[in-house]
């Protein structure tokens, strides 16, 4: 199999073993959960985490003004409720924990079951799911996608602001109210835990709505010139919003050149233009991969200078830029 | 062919476009040449580029604290002297211009006739060529890779010091004499302005050595672990360097997914601590890549306390982390 790893069952912890020695202000605990080595003395703490496979997400994200701790799951695989109790218990400093979980059945069972279990234990624990790919039509079966990035910076922001927890998660699920994604692939991703193809693409076969496992998207068809590709999907985003003012993401799915993220990126704002949007601000860059996918996903959000400032503030992280 | 590109013949411009959208720091000049839109109004100024398809490299390092401006050839192409020309006289402030020239005839050729252009009008120009591909036997004719990247850093932070050209020229010659690098393949890239695969590759082959153009490399074998991927790779450049004290950079080629960069970094740490080798500074990420080629790259450099000062050194460049 053509990947640069010694052998499926150790790809999740070398990998963790290879991110702790890339960031000195990391911590691994349990084997798999990621931890910030200076915990947050005060503050809610934020928790995310999920299969792995998308990386920088979650653990990359690890860092002041982001995320306390991120729970790594195998290669497209929910971690266990232990392993996010074991999350929250070393992030909660006192002040409460917010759960950060992407929209699929095991990842909101097993981090449900977690904060179930920490609150028993008198952790203070809440939680949001983020439902951002309009790739499916029932709006409670949406995945969570490319969005939660933002998700995680605004909150970590918020975090920092020291407001409390139930404000910080009304001021998440407001947020989220306008987050649409959609995603696209001209190359499946090889897993590396299986040996398979994510999906099946024919050499000339593009997949609009492709999920970041390689869920079915909502086309398959010839590949088309990005220009196309990209009105396509922004016609999607815009069955959902009506918004003269948004933010906006083009996010790479890990084989995608960034050469080629550039030119997405032009195609999109000449498309915005002749909408007459303003983009108050722009994010390109791998933000929530597919191992090696090759494609992009396009993430907006109505303007609010809360959440622009969030994205402007500091982060340690070298993976939000 | 399965590239988010609208044509061939505009893949550059488009992706120049972008770039300005993604990077409100930066101008075009003369279609392809990327400036800083603040000039540095004081200390040498830095010119570097080549043929496009390396990105980030090498107009994403444009920017504070590193380069003053990068003359972006079409894919693989060395740009031309009139272009290199335009950013010398767009860069210079009156304190003299340093070239930084991967070792490309095309681009030697093109950096020095332009480097003769400009001295001719009157400017202060010296250059420097690099080359750390120790998978060319011949120091002479030993390709420029990812070690250039951190020859734009140390340069830059050099230049930030106010240091004079010829000292600047000096103190890079000096830090590139152990500087090495060695690459390795296991996918080729795709080449969007030929539609061609920068060279083949069986499904179960490697190919160890290759450069950032798919040029052919050392070994071409079956593909291995990556553990003995990367130590062969290491062996290889202590072939170079008998230092106990090194830089080390991780780059990814560009269709390499950040899990296999932080599993090929587990195995290179190891492979240095049997070998007991302190690393004092670890860089990974794709730095130069070789447009969606899946492969990395392995660069050592001697401890130098001004070169880890420089590497700590804070830049704009969204790319250097």
Tied chains: 1, 2.
Excluded: W
Aim: aromatic residues 6%; contains cysteine.
């Amino acid at each position: 199999m053509k990947k640069l790893m010694n052998d499926r069952e150790s790809f999740l912890t070398d990998m963790i073993d290879g991110l702790k020695l890339r960031d000195e202000a990391i911590d691994i605990i349990e084997e798999t959960v990621v931890v910030r080595r200076d915990k947050k003395q005060s503050g809610v703490a934020l928790v995310s985490g999920g299969g792995s496979g998308h990386e920088p997400a979650h653990a990359g994200y690890v860092a002041e003004g982001m995320l306390d701790a991120a729970v790594c799951g195998e290669v497209f695989t929910s971690p266990t409720p232990d392993k996010v109790l074991a999350a929250i218990k070393a992030a909660d400093n006192g002040d409460g924990v917010l759960l950060i979980i992407k929209n699929y059945s095991g990842d909101v069972m097993n981090f449900e079951m977690a904060q179930e279990m920490a609150q028993a234990e008198g952790h203070q624990v809440s939680s949001v799911v983020v439902r951002d790919d309009v790739a499916i039509d029932n709006e409670e079966q949406r995945r969570g996608v490319a969005g939660t990035v933002i998700v995680h910076k605004y909150a970590g922001y918020l975090s920092d602001q020291n407001l409390p927890l139930d404000e910080i998660v009304e001021k998440v699920e407001g947020m989220m109210e306008s987050l649409y994604s959609i995603g696209m692939a001209i190359a499946p991703c090889l897993v590396p835990t299986t040996g398979e193809y994510g999906f099946d693409l024919d050499e000339d076969e593009m997949e609009i709505g492709v999920g970041i496992h390689g869920e079915k998207g909502i086309y398959r068809e010839k590949s088309e010139t990005v220009d196309k590709i990209v009105d396509r999907m922004l016609e999607e985003l815009f069955k959902h919003t009506d918004s003269s003012r948004l933010i906006v993401m083009v996010n790479g799915m890990g084989g995608t050149p960034e050469s080629e993220l550039s030119i997405a990126t032009k195609y999109v704002m000449e498309n915005l233009a002749s909408r007459n949007i303003a983009v108050s601000k722009l994010l390109v860059g791998d933000y929530m991969t597919a191992l090696d996918m090759q494609g992009f996903s396009l993430t907006v959000l109505d303007e609010d200078q809360d959440v622009l400032d969030s994205l402007e503030a500091k982060t340690r992280s070298k993976y939000f830029k």
